[in-house]
């Protein structure tokens, strides 16, 4: 005999209806994303216009992702998952440096830099350098580690969002440390920016007065052999959105002070004009598991 549908047994009744899915991780995935999805729409009962209007915005979301443009991770990211993702992944890496987001903006084959070149191709802005060692948890250096590096510049634009006026590469490198785990390199520092709001993320941020920004940060990828790879930034201490940063990326380790230096010795060691900015960072890895 049918059995009527009822507001009470509907999530019920479609989590037994995966009963026979093989793979029990996807049936464990699906029957939480259901009885979760159930539980909101019986509490919020949106009308009919409203219901359409949440799929048309999903529709939006998928139409404005091409081959450079990912709405989806974008909306994952100002909904919080993306560092809920991130964080809830990071729990086996005790002592490790905290990961945060990946983001739209890592190219996958950043230029090869030497220690100690420039990431800066515009030479425009107060030099930076950027100077640290990558250590195992137990603190041991760890030498032929990779960085990937990538920032936006003084102005908050990365260079794949002004391809004619900024260089390819610029604000990039892919740098290997040295016997000792170091790194060392030349840059400006970056600034603050607004996440791309030319989409329905942007108009969900506009719906809900939040504001688009990122605190000023600098990207890294870490790997090593035999050890974790860590995805994180470093943020400029003091930088304004620190608090209120538009995908929740903070994390109060990895704010760094990037300290102004008026020594004209050392600004000739790292080939700078003085005065100049320093950031010193240690990167932990975690063992592979
Ligand atoms: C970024 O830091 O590049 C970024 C992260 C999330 C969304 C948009 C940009
Ligand atoms: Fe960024």
């Not at 009885?35 to 949106?46: D, G, I, S, T």
């Not at 490790?96 to 190219?107: D, E, I, K, N, R």
Request: glycine share 8%; net charge negative.
């Amino acid at each position: 005999m049918a059995t009527d549908f009822t507001e009470e047994g509907a999530a019920d009744a479609v989590i037994e209806s995966f009963a026979a899915t093989p793979d029990e991780r996807l049936r464990t995935i699906l029957g939480s994303l259901v009885r979760h999805l159930h539980a909101a729409v019986r509490e919020v009962e949106p009308s009919i216009a409203e219901w359409e209007q949440a799929i048309e915005f999903l529709t939006a979301t998928g139409q404005k992702c091409t081959d450079v443009r990912q709405e989806f991770i974008l909306l994952s990211d100002v909904l919080g998952i993306s560092m809920l993702v991130e964080t809830i992944n990071e729990r086996g890496a005790a002592g490790a440096t905290q990961s945060t987001v990946l983001g739209p903006f890592h190219m996958t084959r950043s230029p090869v830099r030497a220690l100690g070149d420039t990431i800066d191709l515009v030479g425009e802005s107060e030099p930076c350098v950027v100077t640290g060692q990558v250590v195992g948890t137990d603190g041991a250096p760890l030498a032929g580690a990779v960085l990937d590096v990538w920032q936006a510049n003084d102005h908050g634009a990365y260079d794949v969002q002004e391809p004619g006026k900024q260089p390819a590469g610029n604000g990039r490198g892919l740098f290997t440390t040295d016997d000792q785990g170091r790194f060392w390199f030349r840059t400006i520092v970056p600034s603050y920016y607004p996440i791309p709001t030319d989409g329905p993320v942007g108009d969900l941020l506009a719906a809900t007065r939040r504001h688009p920004y990122r605190p000023a940060h600098i990207h890294f990828i870490v790997s090593a052999d035999g050890y974790q790879p860590l995805t994180t930034h470093i943020f400029v201490a003091g930088t304004e959105y620190i608090d209120s940063d538009a995908v929740f990326a903070v994390k109060k380790s990895l704010i760094t002070e990037f300290k102004e230096v008026d020594d004209p010795e050392l600004a000739a060691r790292y080939q700078v004009s003085n005065p100049f900015r320093l950031a010193d960072i240690q990167i932990a890895l975690a063992p592979a598991s």
